[in-house]
């Protein structure tokens, strides 16, 4: 009796006590039954209820202990280590066996199971002591078995009810970690430590994983477990339904794997993310692995001993020094050495040992996760800053961005739309107008680009077919106008407005050789085109403004030349100039507003953002915080030129077309002074709506634009342009009330 029962506590039955399942034959692929199995046989006769209740219930151990012994041995069986490639038998067909060896293998339930037979060799050596015990002198059997294993009770139940919903639900990963954490918390210390025992070995892989991805850059998770993963193969099976992205991934494969690596190969799988790592951590984790592949898989391409560095050091230098970073006076290692120079095995043995740190605690504290996390974000980033802005002259493609992207370059932007302006009149063509504008372009870079520019040779002009398919729309409207109107003023005035419309969609394209594809993302790119596109409009506008005033200009020089001495043709000149002078007091508020325009995006915002940038360029040395800095830049100039505000920009579109429109009318002899003065009311409407719409207390009384009071100061100055465009309105729609509500 007491053999028998000792051994039914180690997961043999026997004749006293059964097991109901011995009939399935139990084998490894034998699900975890919902229910204790071991009974008492219902044949014995002899032992009174109360005992017979005791023994099922001392016996229920050695079933948990069983199982749980089931799930250990299936989770820690290595048989699917051999090969990625079943091992086929002669017949050509893998095998029934080994299909079920390998069938969901996780590291995490090793880990689990790691951790269960420690508990269980616990529970073995107790049975034994019972053994020895019983042995050596008379006692009381069931006392002395019940009261040895007394604490297995509140522990054994608890472990069995923990695999059978691993089993059930088949959690791995993360979601195990998630399962463990929240079992932990319990009210039995016995229990609360057995559960941390078992996390801590979870834990365990958890670091391991976190030590491949953070000090090599490589991702150690063959079964999918791990919250950081791979997307390449999503990204791929999208790219037939997604063009764009395919687009996009094709070309940074092409460039460069690392850059891939960066925008598209990695992300945070929140299934597999404990709930306890906060999503700002993983972030960090994710931000730091991509950084150390970058870091230690330089592009060949990328030379470190350029011109430039040595400049850039010399910049930085003096400020690094005061900082004690001594990093940036090491020689640079070129090709080979590259990857260890980019990070010093120095910093990579100081993961190493924070992460290990980590590891060996008992426990896991949160606060410490954290603060390791952070500081290994904080090398990374350091050295990722390094890399792209000494070694990659970051600050002077962010000077080339702005000179070509902001028209910081103003001559050049001045010579090119001369040069290009007869062209810009004429409809784009379709096929040839992109080399049509490269010719002016190139001009402009002979006559104002110096060979110390290095970076205009990644600059290039582009019209994107969307801008261009106007050319068939404006030949039908001239068709429709000339079948209407015999003069040719309205097919010239057609073909300009076409025209105006046709040239807004240039583009410019900028290289961005590795790594500076960090920083310079597609997303930030098209930022820049937007104001780009923004500001080369209102440029073209002021110079068409100007063009007009100097040539009316040169022609009544030439007039009062001419007939000075004829004093009925003089008298007639002046006639002409004071009818015509309304007009030209309507083109002095276009320049006025735009002028404006011009200088407060410019100055106000480019230059004061630009300023604040720089600042932040020299005190940060962090990558993250650059990226942020920049991204706030960019949406500062966005939204402090009104970008963003899809009134206030479809205003200012509609003034600077009425603009063009007057310019291109004014210039045409044939035109009527009707549809000049139709253009001047347009005008002062949509000024007067801009007017009041910046003015309104959500724009000029917030944070939105600081310097938006300085430029209504410079447009309302002595309450000009407030009167004017109130005055006009009054013409128009004699409503002094709403007029009054207005301003």
């Known amino acids: 009796m007491l ?17 109901t399942r011995e009939s399935e034959h139990l084998k490894s692929q034998t699900p975890i039954s919902d229910e204790c199995t071991f009974k008492l046989a219902p044949h014995i006769n002899f032992i009174d209820p109360s005992d017979r209740e005791l023994i099922e219930r001392i016996v229920a151990l050695g079933f948990y202990y069983r199982e749980l012994d089931r799930f250990s041995e299936n989770s820690r069986n290595l048989s699917w280590i051999r090969s990625s490639n079943e091992i086929e038998n002669p017949l050509g067909t893998v095998s029934d066996m080994s299909k079920g060896k390998r069938e969901n293998p996780s590291v995490y339930r090793r880990a689990l199971a790691n951790g269960i037979v420690e508990i269980l060799s616990v529970y073995r050596s107790a049975v034994l002591h019972i053994e020895q015990l019983l042995l050596s002198e008379p006692m009381p059997i069931l ?15 608890p472990l069995y009810k923990l695999i059978l919903e691993i089993e059930r639900d088949d959690i ?7 399962l463990l ?71 940074l494969l092409t460039d460069d794997v690392s850059l891939s690596d960066w925008h598209l190969g990695f992300h945070i799988c929140l299934d597999m993310l404990p709930e306890y790592i906060p999503m700002r951590v993983a972030e960090s984790i994710l931000f730091a692995g991509k950084a150390v592949r970058v870091l230690r898989n330089p592009s060949p391409s990328f030379q470190s001993g350029d011109a430039v560095y040595p400049q850039m050091l010399k910049s930085f230098k003096k400020r690094h020094e005061l900082a004690g970073q001594s990093q940036f006076q090491r020689e640079p290692v070129i090709n080979m050495g590259m990857g260890e120079d980019l990070l010093p095995q120095s910093e990579a043995d100081k993961i190493e ?23 290994i974000q904080g090398i990374a980033a350091s050295h990722l800053w390094q890399l792209v802005v000494v070694r990659a002259d970051l ?25 290009s302006r007869q062209l810009m009149r004429l409809p784009p063509r379709q096929s040839t107008a992109e080399a049509d504008l490269m010719v002016p372009f190139q001009l402009a870079a002979l006559k104002t680009i110096g060979e110390e520019d290095k970076y205009f040779s990644k600059v290039s002009l582009q019209i994107p077919s969307l801008g261009i398919t106007v050319k068939s729309s404006q030949l039908d409207l001239q068709k429709a106008t000339s079948s209407t109107d015999g003069t040719g003023a309205s097919i010239s005035s057609a073909s300009s407005e076409m025209s105006s419309e046709g040239w807004d969609g240039i583009t410019l394209e900028y290289s961005v050789d590795w790594p500076l594809h960090l920083f310079f993302t597609q997303e930030v790119l098209s930022k820049y085109l937007k104001v780009f596109q923004y500001l080369l409009r209102l440029k073209r506008t002021q110079m068409e403004l100007e063009k007009l005033w100097a040539s009316v200009m040169h022609q009544y020089h030439t007039d009062f030349s001419r007939h000075r001495n004829d004093r009925d043709k003089s008298s007639i000149t002046h006639e002409k100039r004071q009818r015509l002078r309304p007009m030209w007091q309507v083109r002095e ?20 953002q630009w300023n604040i940038l720089q600042t932040h360029i020299e005190e940060s040395h962090d990558f993250t915080e650059l990226v942020g800095f920049h991204q706030e830049y960019l949406s500062a100039l966005i939204s402090q030129s009104f970008l963003d505000i899809g009134s206030v920009s479809r205003i200012l579109d509609g003034i600077m077309k009425l603009c063009l ?17 139709h253009i001047a009311e347009e005008f002062n409407k949509k000024s007067n709506s801009l007017y009041t719409i910046l003015r309104s207390s959500r724009l000029a009384g917030s944070q939105r634009a600081p310097f938006l009071r300085r430029f209504l100061l410079r447009l309302n100055l002595n309450s000009f342009f407030e009167a004017t465009a109130r005055g006009v309105l009054n013409v128009v729609r004699p409503r002094p009330t709403t007029l009054s509500g207005l301003t």
């Open 3 to 19: 053999q028998e029962l000792l051994l039914a506590l180690l997961g043999y039955t026997g004749d006293l006590i059964i097991d």
């Open 143 to 157: 006392a002395t078995v019940t009261q040895c294993l007394n604490k297995f009770f509140p522990l054994l139940p």
């Open 172 to 178: 791995r990963g993360g979601q195990l970690l998630n």
């Open 181 to 251: 954490h929240k079992r932990h918390h319990c009210g039995v210390p016995e229990l609360q430590t057995c559960i941390q025992r078992l996390l801590w070995h979870g834990h365990q892989v958890m670091y391991n994983q976190l030590a491949s991805w953070m000090i090599y850059g490589i991702l150690q998770d063959q079964h999918g477990e791990f919250f950081i993963r791979s997307q390449e193969s999503r990204d791929v099976e999208n790219s037939s339904s997604h063009p764009d992205i395919s687009d996009k991934l094709a070309r």
């Open 353 to 375: 040992a924070m992460l290990l740190d980590l590891k060996e605690s008992s426990e896991f504290h949160k606060r410490s996760f954290e603060y390791a996390v952070d500081s």
């Open 395 to 419: 600050n002077g493609h962010l000077r080339a961005l702005k000179d070509y992207f902001l028209l910081a370059k103003g001559d050049f932007f001045q010579c090119f739309l001369e040069e």
């Open 589 to 608: 508020h276009m320049a006025f507003l735009i002028r404006n325009l011009q200088f407060y995006i410019q100055v106000d915002v480019i230059e004061s």
């Open 661 to 677: 429109q007057f310019c291109w009318r004014n210039q045409d002899n044939s035109s009527h002074t009707s549809e000049l003065e």
